[in-house]
């Protein structure tokens, strides 16, 4: 009942580091029956190279112990190889875990912690743990200061994310309202109500702005959108742009129970993303009785009505919480997003320019803060969808009374390639380096090109393909008798382990001897080789005086696979089998 977080965690392909080269692991946090706040366990699965789930570790301390319906958030906190863990204890207090699931630290009771972020404020190249109103040392989890936040109550409690929002090259500290220098010193406070923040630049000046999803709880009456700036130029040092526009749009409010949350307040934690083409990024949000997208370039126009901000709206259902997150991602590489939502009883993936459902999976949850996201698992150069579910609760699946529970993986052969890592709920990209490390400097996401939005994973040449060739094929004449083919990757898409090398006597193609097939045993990233080495009791003697050529065909058989070759017709190479 919260989003997974995506990392490598462990040293997959033996090369002596933790990187983006080894298998990503998927970590969450369940509960037994319907104790979303108690008791905790903490798991990490991966995908292994040959297609099976394989859960790592699994851990469920009884003292300050995990809340399980909390996020989490990771990264490298102490410079040794391998990203740590960050997750929320019951009723108060932040523990964090080692990369294999041992203890690192713990808060003991306090302070508060719900959707936990990782950045080196300061730039100093040792990272903090961001809090609701709290900034702990990374490595010891030691307070360093605690600043503002709106209480609100429990879950609709003020988050805080961390952006460089004016010149300098350190972090500030952002909240619904107000903006902190990266040692707790308030810079701006614009006296607004809200919930979640996000940053990007919405008019294209290179100046962020922050939209804020007001949603202060049952009986608030308050499920609106804000958009400010920091701008210290300003009385204050702030500017709003826009206030108090309603996400539920032409939707009514009666469409949930006069006593939920949907009724009378909601709104769940904004994506940034460009949705209709135009060039500007478009805001989406979900709310207790729809999924909404607000055109971006609108809400920065001040002679645009607030109700003319919305792009479109789509029905959902999520009257309990109604604080759902979602993500977004250009499955099809078209320049424009697609919205991933799941409500009470389905998921769907939006089309972001008008909103028409082009998948819906059943897939229920008594819902919290939790969305489902996208990263690539299983390095075939195709994202995959991430998505939680739980079977506690009343709700089904319409028309057919089922129920999902667990952590499930989506993919299609279609879909475009993206980066393996998601480590935290305001994830934006340039939070976390592709090793797990955390940038000393991080990167303004709004400045870099082919981002500049929020809650969306980074499409890497959408379509760039692989293209495997054989480069040599030759003998080594020790004990035993040794052939040895080496496999390339020249494309611009890497491959994942597992692709069969056959090596033949005799050209293939003119009835030539199979004398074995062996797989690749690691992902090829482009450039990257490696020797498949076939081992002959009894070599045949043609093949060892070289009077017979040696072929190697390396992706040989034509089994389908998810991954696509640029061309195919040159994966076959002659070499020689002579002694010399």
Not at 43 to 69: F, M
Request: aromatic letters at 8%; hydrophobic letters at 35%.
């Amino acid at each position: 009942m919260m989003p997974p977080i995506v990392l490598q965690l462990d040293d997959d392909n033996c090369d002596g580091a933790i990187d983006e080269r080894d298998n990503p692991e998927v970590i969450w946090s369940s509960f037994a029956g319907g104790a979303y706040n108690n008791n905790g366990t903490l798991h990490a699965a991966s995908i292994t190279d040959d297609g099976q789930v394989v859960e790592k570790w699994a851990v469920n301390p009884q003292t300050n112990r995990i809340w399980p319906g909390r996020a989490l958030a990771g990264g490298d906190l102490d410079g040794q190889p391998g990203p740590e863990i960050v997750a929320c204890q019951e009723g108060s207090g932040v523990r964090a875990f080692h990369p294999d699931g041992s203890d690192m630290w713990t808060t003991g009771p306090g302070p508060y912690c719900d959707q936990p972020s990782i950045a080196d404020l300061d730039g100093d190249g040792a990272p903090e743990v961001l809090l609701s109103g709290t900034v702990l040392d990374g490595a010891t989890g030691n307070t360093k200061f605690t600043f503002q936040v709106n209480n609100g109550t429990s879950w609709w409690r003020e988050k805080a994310i961390a952006a460089n929002v004016d010149d300098d090259d350190q972090l500030e500290i952002i909240t619904g309202s107000r903006v902190f220098d990266s040692d707790g010193t308030l810079l701006a406070n614009t006296g607004l109500t809200g919930t979640y923040p996000a940053v990007a630049d919405l008019d294209g000046d290179g100046a962020p702005e922050i939209i804020v999803v007001a949603n202060l709880g049952k009986n608030s009456f308050v499920h609106h959108i804000h958009v400010w700036r920091y701008d210290p130029d300003m009385p204050g040092s702030y500017e709003i742009v826009r206030q108090d526009v309603d996400i539920n749009g032409p939707l009514s409010p009666n469409l949930c129970p006069a006593n939920s949350n949907g009724r009378s307040g909601g709104g769940g934690a904004p994506t940034v993303a460009e949705f209709n083409g135009d060039g500007t990024p478009d805001v989406g949000v979900a709310g207790g009785i729809g999924y909404a997208v607000f055109d971006g370039a609108k809400l920065m126009d001040s002679d645009v009505l607030n109700a003319d901000t919305i792009s479109w709206i789509k029905q959902t259902q999520d009257c309990s919480s109604s604080f759902t997150g979602s993500s977004v991602y250009d499955f099809n590489g078209n320049g424009r997003a697609e919205v991933v939502y799941a409500d009470e009883e389905v998921m769907r993936i939006y089309r972001g320019i008008d909103g028409e459902v082009l998948a819906e999976i059943c897939n229920t949850s008594g819902t919290l803060h939790e969305y489902p996201l996208v990263t690539d698992l299983d390095h075939d150069g195709k994202a995959d969808l991430v998505a939680a579910s739980n079977n506690y609760s009343g709700f089904t699946c319409p028309g057919n009374n089922l129920k999902t529970t667990g952590v499930r993986v989506f993919s299609n052969i279609e879909w475009t390639r993206t980066r393996s890592v998601w480590n935290q709920h305001s994830y934006h990209v340039t939070n976390i380096n592709d090793d797990g490390t955390i940038p000393t400097v991080e990167p303004k996401n709004w400045e870099q090109e082919g981002l500049n939005n929020f809650r969306l994973n980074y499409i890497d040449e959408p379509f760039a393909l692989s293209d495997l060739v054989v480069t040599a094929v030759w003998a080594e004449c020790d004990d035993p008798y040794t052939l040895v083919a080496r496999v390339r990757n020249v494309g611009r898409a890497e491959v994942p382990a597992g692709v069969p090398v056959g090596v033949y006597a005799g050209d293939p193609d003119d009835n030539g001897a199979l004398l074995g097939t062996l797989p690749t045993t690691k992902a090829l990233y482009p450039a990257e080789a490696q020797d498949i080495r076939l081992e002959l009791a009894d070599p045949p003697a043609d093949v060892v005086d070289g009077s017979t050529p040696v072929f190697a065909v390396v992706d040989d058989g034509g089994e389908p696979h998810t991954w696509t070759e640029c061309r195919p017709n040159n994966n076959k190479t002659e070499g020689t089998g002579l002694c010399e």
